[in-house]
């Protein structure tokens, strides 16, 4: 093993270790090799890319930034082969851009602009934390006459897809297919309408209870077309453990996109030196990947099918499924984004 792969091992092996660290001891020792092994594919993968050349056609840059210096812009940015600057010296202490310790008061999380969505740890960890939690939930099914209530409660009111499940949630988080299922045969036993022929409302419940199953099968099929969409625009690609349930990848990706599209055309009027500034650290970032940024603006500001996607169903239900400190940061990016 030379000095590369070394250091990918050790790497590795923290990340396993930060995104198992709430399992229990047990559970954690028995997945761990596992997802060390994934984790460190992962990373090796990562460190053999090399960024495409700028492909051919693309429209300058200066088409999406009033003020453009050229001269001064990266020539990865201009379709050229050149390499990006280096990044600047981390900032010495005491000076206004060090960083500063945060006193943590209980039962109050901090939210700001946090790129979440390109740590692979924390969004294995937020993954595992789902799939623990759907293995050890259980349906817990009220009375008959209860759920048959819940779900058609009356007066022209009609109960979500997923609440009639009990799917989704900050609590529980994203579902799939299986999830669907299991969910609908423990309802479907309590609220059979042979089973409950003294309550009137019970064919509707049930017809109902159907319905859902049906809506939230069809939402999953959509959600994972916009999933794909987007890590196409951004030059990525899915997994299929983040097709399994997408919920949470939908949200990491449309977050990424929307910070993407702040970092390269900022907020209000900006200087041209710091559009410059702007294009040269996305260019260096990690976080974004292999993205082209004048493909990426080019389907934000000339396309209206990205616009679609954030004012549809499944963006709005990956939000509802996310934690909720997370959901602070995609929602200001979107209000800042959509100026």
């Excluded at 960024?51 to 999406?64: F, N, R, V």
């Excluded at 206004?96 to 039962?107: F, H, S, Y």
């Excluded at 934390?129 to 259980?138: D, F, L, N, S, Y």
């Excluded at 169903?313 to 984004?337: E, H, M, P, V």
């Amino acid at each position: 093993m030379d000095a590369d792969d070394a250091e990918l091992d050790v790497q590795a092996q923290v990340m396993a270790e930060k995104a198992l660290a709430a399992l229990p001891e047990g559970a954690r020792a028995a997945k761990m090799p596992k997802v060390k092994e994934g984790i460190l594919k992962r990373l090796k993968a990562q460190a053999a890319k090399a960024a495409p050349p700028q492909p051919a056609g693309a429209p300058p840059a200066a088409a999406y930034y009033p003020g453009y210096d050229a001269q001064s812009a990266p020539a990865s940015m201009l379709g050229g082969m050149g390499q990006p600057p280096p990044p600047p010296d981390p900032p010495p202490d005491g000076h206004p851009g060090a960083t500063v310790a945060v006193t943590k008061l209980e039962g109050v999380e901090l939210c700001g602009d946090e790129a979440w969505f390109g740590d692979h740890a924390f969004r294995f960890g937020l993954r595992e934390a789902v799939r623990a939690g759907h293995a050890e939930q259980k349906i817990v099914v009220g009375p008959p006459a209860d759920e048959i209530r819940r779900i058609c409660p009356g007066a022209g009111r009609i109960l979500g897809a997923g609440a009639v499940l009990r799917l989704g949630g900050a609590t529980l988080g994203g579902y799939g297919e299986p999830d669907i299922a299991y969910a609908y045969r423990q309802l479907s036993r309590a609220l059979h309408p042979d089973k409950n022929r003294d309550v009137p409302e019970a064919h509707d419940a049930f017809q109902r209870l159907a319905e859902a199953a049906d809506e939230l099968r069809a939402g999953l099929t959509e959600a994972r077309g916009v999933l794909s969409s987007l890590c196409a625009t951004m030059s990525m690609q899915t997994t299929p453990e983040t097709m399994e349930r997408p919920q949470e990848a939908l949200f990491a990706e449309a977050t990424r996109v929307l910070y993407a599209i702040l970092g390269l055309s900022g907020e209000g009027q900006v200087p041209p030196i710091a559009l410059n500034r702007g294009v040269a650290a996305f260019t260096a970032s990690r976080t974004f990947g292999q993205c082209q940024a004048q493909i990426l603006l080019t389907e934000w500001y000339d396309q209206p099918r990205m616009i679609e996607f954030y004012a549809g169903t499944q963006i709005r239900t990956a939000y509802d499924c996310s934690k909720k400190k997370l959901r602070g940061g995609g929602f200001w990016g979107l209000d800042r984004g959509g100026r």
